[in-house]
Each structure stands twice: as C-alpha cells, then as structure tokens.
C-alpha cells in the first residue's frame, strides 16, 4: 500500500491552486496576537451581538433552517481559545444550517487567559450535555473551527460514554499538541495562545488539553480537513494516525496551497472545502433515514 501526501489530495482541487498562490503572496505571513493587549485589541475589532440562550448556564446562538430540521449540529468557534464569539460564524452556520436542514448550536465558551483550561472544555462539555437533553432523539452531528475542533475532540473524550450519539465529527484544522513535545507540536509551542490557555499546567500531555494523547477508541466517524501550507499540517496527520490505530474512521482531505483557517475565504478552494463538509454531513444525516 502506498501513503503519501498527495493521495489525501483530491486532483477536482487542482484548478484552484494557482488562485491560492496569488492570494497567499499577498497576504503574506501572519501570527496571532503576542500578548494580552494585542488579544484585547484584536478582540475589540471583532466584537459581535451576545449569545440568545442559556444553555445550562453557558449562553449559545441557535441558527436554525428554513424548513423542519432534520438534526442537530454542535460547533465550536474558533480563534485560538483566546478570541473569537459564535458570532463571527452567523453566516457560515447559517449557510451550513440552510444547506442540510439541521439546527446549529455555538457556545461562547469562557475564553483565556482571564480563564484559562478547563474553562472553555468545561462550557463545552456542559453545552453538549445540555444539548441532547434538550433535543432529544434529534440526529446530532459535532464540529470545530481550529481550537474549536480541538474543543470539539475533548468533548466527545470527556463524553465517551455519549459519545455515540454523534454521528460524525468535523474537524477543521485542530491543534492536537500543546505539549510541544511531538515533532509536530514543536512547531508551535512558544505560540502565546498556549500560554494564555494552559500556561499555568505543568504537564500539557493532558489529554484534556492536548487530545492526541488520550485514548481515543469510540470516537465517532471523523472528516479532518487541513491545508497543505498549514503550521498544523504534521499535527493533523498525526491525530489521524492515532484515532486509526484506535480503531477510528477518518476521513482526512488535505487541501493545496492553503493555509490556516483558509475555509473561511472566498476563494474557489474554500467552497471546494465547505462543499465536502456539507456532502460528508449530509451522507450522515441520510443514512440515519
């Protein structure tokens, strides 16, 4: 058996890549915020409407479809565990709830360093918990945008016994290792969105807080999506690797000449990329008749 790169590519992409080349040499290279007044500012700049609901005491936006809902999808937002509200994902949540017919549900989940792990898991986690007593024998579906899907792999680990009733996960772009101590989490560990979330533990091989690390048997179906240019390119490939040892299914796509948190843009490969999620949720959704 052959494994390499480009089989995690799908050569339908191709045709978009020379638009991501121009793009990424315009934008550049570009960090997050280095230290709490730049988290601050940035946060300032993205300030959106508060959450609607409380949903067991962690307040949550409810996007719903036109039409009757044929299930429910939990997601987590990104922005590092440091920025970022569910606002910031109203259109994209809307656009994902439009297209399948479910009910999205996004916690604003405690962000650090004012509070720092297990805060965010722990809103998460009630938010989940909340969720399917709230809806029943809804078809539920999980997902995160960058630190969200690190979130979103904490929460059906610290809900294993639940955990079946996800039908699928959807993982875009996750940090898995926090430690620093694989190859992979090398590459990012004097990033400041770690110190500000668990700077203050001693032992980030948590699973809790770095997930590659945990037993992750019993997980449901994943689809992992990550950009080729990606700082967490190696992380993806690793955490892929281990839920397949344990037993996992994963569906992994890797995606050319894009970088971090390139589903958000408006480019040929970012519709490419929001395309397959909805196709791969929808399959769920329909085999759950």
């Known amino acids: 058996m052959q494994f390499g790169l480009n089989g995690f590519i799908d050569p339908a992409l191709l045709p978009h890549v020379e638009e991501m080349r121009e793009l990424n040499a315009l934008r550049g290279t570009r960090r997050g915020p280095s230290n709490l007044d730049e988290v601050r500012e940035v946060r300032a700049a993205l300030k959106g409407p508060g959450a609607l609901v409380d949903a067991g ?17 939990l997601d987590f937002h990104g922005g590092g565990f440091y920025l970022g509200s569910t606002a910031q994902d109203d ?40 969720l399917l007593d709230e809806f029943g024998a809804a078809s ?67 699973p809790d807080i770095s997930p590659i690390y945990g037993d992750l048997r019993g997980l449901p179906p994943l689809l992992m999506i990550v950009g080729a240019l990606d700082v967490l390119l190696e992380d993806n490939l690793a955490m892929a690797a281990r839920v397949c040892a344990a037993g996992g299914s994963v569906d992994l796509r890797v995606y050319p000449e894009s970088q971090h948190g390139f589903t958000n843009r408006s480019t040929g490969m970012a519709k490419a990329a929001r395309l397959d999620i909805e ?3 929808a399959s769920l959704l329909d085999s759950a008749g």
């Open 140 to 206: 539920f579906t999980i997902g995160g945008f960058s630190a969200g899907a690190t979130l979103a792999v904490t929460t059906l680990l610290r809900l294993r016994e639940r955990a079946g009733r996800f039908r699928g996960a959807v993982l875009q772009f996750g940090t898995y290792d926090l430690s620093g101590q694989t190859p992979a989490g090398r590459l990012i560990r004097d990033e400041y969105f770690i110190q500000a979330y668990a700077g203050h533990i001693s032992d980030r091989t948590i």
């Open 91 to 130: 259109e994209r949540n809307q656009r994902l709830a439009d297209a399948l017919g479910v009910v999205v549900v996004s916690p604003d989940y405690r962000l650090a360093p004012e509070d720092p792990w297990p805060a965010a898991p722990d809103d998460c986690e009630n938010t989940a918990l909340w």
């Open 279 to 281: 196709r791969w949720l």
């Open 57 to 73: 005491g962690v307040p949550v936006r409810i996007i719903e479809p036109q039409g009757t809902p044929r299930g429910v999808h």
